[in-house]
């Protein structure tokens, strides 16, 4: 008798506040929602970006890369037609954005005399001393 009772109690309030017609189910066989993914959209590479901008339209460099660690906001390129490499900072103003040539490199300066006027290179020179 005092076990009769304790099954009508667990049975009673196991089917409390349960809909008759629904089927329970347990949570471990809900059906989990899977998480949508974005599209990635592929980021330019270097190359393509200086041709977005208009700052390689006649092909002048060659080895375009971002530099590495710069967050994707340097390039740097290889001039081709001059021993040298030029470096493109991304510039950000309240204005707009825009990519600006920084600096320019060169290998060595003797070979900038087709490039440079002798006058020049030896204040390059001076410079160095």
């Not at 347990?26 to 998480?35: C, D, I, R």
């Not at 530099?67 to 950000?92: E, G, L, Q, Y």
Request: net charge negative; glycine share 4%; aromatic share 6%.
């Amino acid at each position: 008798m005092k076990y009769l009772l304790l099954i009508t109690f667990l049975l009673a309030g196991g089917c409390a506040g349960n809909d008759p017609g629904k089927i329970q189910t347990s949570p471990a066989l809900q059906p989990k929602s899977v998480p949508t993914t974005q599209p990635v959209q592929k980021q330019p590479d270097a190359w393509q970006t200086l041709v977005d901008v208009g700052l390689a339209q006649d092909s002048d460099y060659e080895d375009v890369s971002f530099i590495t660690n710069s967050n994707r906001t340097m390039i740097v390129a290889t001039v081709k037609s001059a021993p040298c490499k030029m470096v493109f900072k991304h510039v950000s103003t309240h204005n707009e954005d825009f990519w600006m040539p920084q600096q320019i490199s060169c290998k060595n300066h003797d070979d900038m005399t087709d490039f440079i006027s002798e006058e020049e290179l030896s204040d390059i020179r001076h410079l160095e001393r």
